[in-house]
């Protein structure tokens, strides 16, 4: 009996090892902040083989193996995973929708899944809602690389009854083209595109909107450390809950693009005081928004 149970056990022992993954992260850099992620993923996913590789460390993306689970770090690992179209799935993280566009243009290869950095345009929408609900004339600088984003931006505002004021910033040099839409605005809402959302255009885009005592939303949470009104935002703890979620799928099975769907909110106290605002309860925003989230 004891010889019967011991066969069984040596049997069965390859099946219970089938559902353990490889599951392999890229990055430019081994830096200490992407070692804290690979840990926490490490934490999470126990039962799985994970670790981490810089792109010079590996070979062509072709000659992985297939059934290998990679993670896409940063812009560096993107671009090796890119050279060709051999070699496993791939989930690139800290992609902003912009980036994507100026980097892939309208193609989307079918190994990539896109988890997006940015925050989601409808959500931001009703982030202004909730905390500007007078406001009806949503202002927003766009550019070369983001003026594909407005149609859907346009959508998401007619939903919930808000106007886009669109403004062409193709030379944030100009401030002519800012003061315009400033004037014709209720609220400021920032796209997350670097070539007008940067450290050398944030001085003149704080001073000047609240000069005229406008709000600005966005583009995300760095950006209210510096003096904008408020954002939502995910932070590791929500890029590791839907990456968690994904790996218990085949990349078969992973979506072509999607955002984190848990996030919080970052809001300025002070700004919120100098604009003669409520402070804002981060923790109640992101509740009230989260009521208002599309379900699956």
Request: with cysteine; glycine share 6%.
């Amino acid at each position: 009996m004891a010889l019967l149970l011991r066969l069984l056990l040596f049997c069965l022992w390859p099946l219970g090892s089938l559902s353990a993954s490889e599951i392999l992260l890229v990055g430019g850099d081994d830096q200490p902040g992407i070692r804290s992620f690979v840990a926490a993923l490490e934490s999470r996913r126990s039962h799985d083989q994970v670790r981490f590789q810089t792109v010079a460390e590996l070979p062509r993306p072709g000659q992985l193996k297939a059934d290998q689970r990679l993670i896409l770090l940063d812009s560096a690992a993107l671009e090796w995973r890119l050279a060709e179209s051999a070699g496993p799935p791939a989930l690139a993280m800290r992609i902003s929708r912009v980036q994507a566009e100026q980097r892939l243009g309208k193609s989307r290869p079918a190994f990539l899944t896109l988890l997006w950095s940015d925050p989601p345009l409808a959500r931001q929408l009703r982030l202004a809602r909730y905390l500007l609900p007078q406001a009806q004339r949503i202002g927003v600088l766009y550019g070369q690389h983001s003026h594909f984003l407005l149609d859907e931006l346009r959508l998401a505002a007619r939903s919930l009854g808000l106007e886009i004021v669109a403004q062409d910033w193709d030379d944030p040099r100009d401030s002519r083209p800012l003061q315009h839409l400033l004037g014709n605005s209720d609220v400021l809402l920032g796209l997350d595109d670097a070539d007008l959302y940067n450290s050398k255009t944030a001085k003149n885009l704080l001073l000047s909107s609240y000069g005229r005592q406008m709000a600005l939303i966005g583009p995300n949470a760095g950006f209210v450390r510096a003096g904008a009104l408020a954002s939502t935002y995910s932070d590791q703890d929500d890029w590791l809950a839907v990456l968690d979620q994904l790996l218990d799928h085949p990349p078969a099975r992973w979506p072509r693009s999607l955002y984190p769907a848990r996030f919080g909110v970052s809001g300025n106290q002070q700004v919120a005081r100098a604009l003669g605002l409520e402070a804002i309860n981060p923790d109640a925003a992101a509740k009230a928004l989260a009521e208002g989230e599309p379900t699956p």
